[in-house]
């Protein structure tokens, strides 16, 4: 079976990606995977703290490529909507070209753009969505969405603004909001629409009790990885993204 490398790019304060990837793609059947992480210096999700992040990007990626991973994923969803429209393509673009400069063929994918390509796999047009930000980081999440084209029918916001925290909000604190969510007419609710908000463990449940597909962030990045490696994207109970129907 063939081994893939995946790296990581995560601000420093993360954990749960580095937690749930490994759980999602180590269940996936047609391949093995290593894990390799390089940080970005970050404990509170702020428009500012954000910002200081991005600029270590290219040591990063200049880190991370030491490795020769397959795929690189650019793992904080929040750093990239809370820019302008399109920022995901334009930020994926810069890493593949500061990769080529160093003949790395290293795929590249964002947590950003993963959930974007992720909804529009589903077929998914009316969404709603539970974020972990304070409430005018989690609206440039939602203005984000709509400017790809989604409708943002209803959302809410835990207003945890130390990534610290966010590692820790408990499921049972993420399900009320998700059932306290309008999902009239929705296609897909987004139970965790961040990387270090943990839902795993919620997906499954979640989709049983809500009625309509749910996913993640990091159930978004599983499948655009195996999708950009070419592999088939069922991981056993993972919801309906990743029930391997949609390639």
């Not at 909804?119 to 409430?135: D, E, F, S």
Request: charged share 20%.
């Amino acid at each position: 079976m063939k081994s893939h490398r995946i790296g990581l790019i995560v601000p420093s304060s993360n954990v749960t990606v580095e937690t749930e990837m490994p759980a999602l793609l180590g269940a996936a059947a047609d391949a093995e995977f290593t894990f390799h992480s390089s940080r970005m210096r970050m404990t509170a999700v702020t428009p500012a703290g954000l910002r200081a992040m991005n600029v270590q990007r290219e040591r990063c990626v200049i880190e991370i490529a030491d490795a020769s991973p397959d795929v690189i994923l650019y793992a904080c969803l929040v750093a990239l909507m809370a820019g302008e429209p399109g920022e995901h393509r334009r930020a994926e673009g810069l890493i593949a070209e500061q990769l080529a400069t160093g003949e790395s063929a290293a795929k590249v994918r964002s947590s950003a753009g993963a959930l974007v390509e992720a909804l529009r796999a589903l077929g998914a047009r009316r969404i709603a969505l539970v974020t972990p930000y304070l409430r005018p980081l989690a609206q440039k999440v939602v203005d984000y969405l709509t400017a790809e084209d989604f409708e943002v029918s209803d959302w809410r916001a835990l207003e945890v603004g130390d990534n610290h925290a966010v590692g820790c909000i408990p499921g049972d604190r993420v399900m009320e909001s998700a059932r306290d969510l309008d999902l009239t007419g929705v296609d897909a609710v987004v139970l965790s629409a961040c990387v270090q908000m943990p839902s795993l463990s919620l997906i499954a449940p979640a989709e049983q009790e809500l009625g309509v597909p749910v996913l993640s962030a990091a159930t978004a990045g599983a499948f655009s990885i195996l999708r950009g490696l070419g592999l088939g994207t069922g991981v056993p109970g993972a919801g309906s993204l990743l029930s391997g129907s949609y390639r």
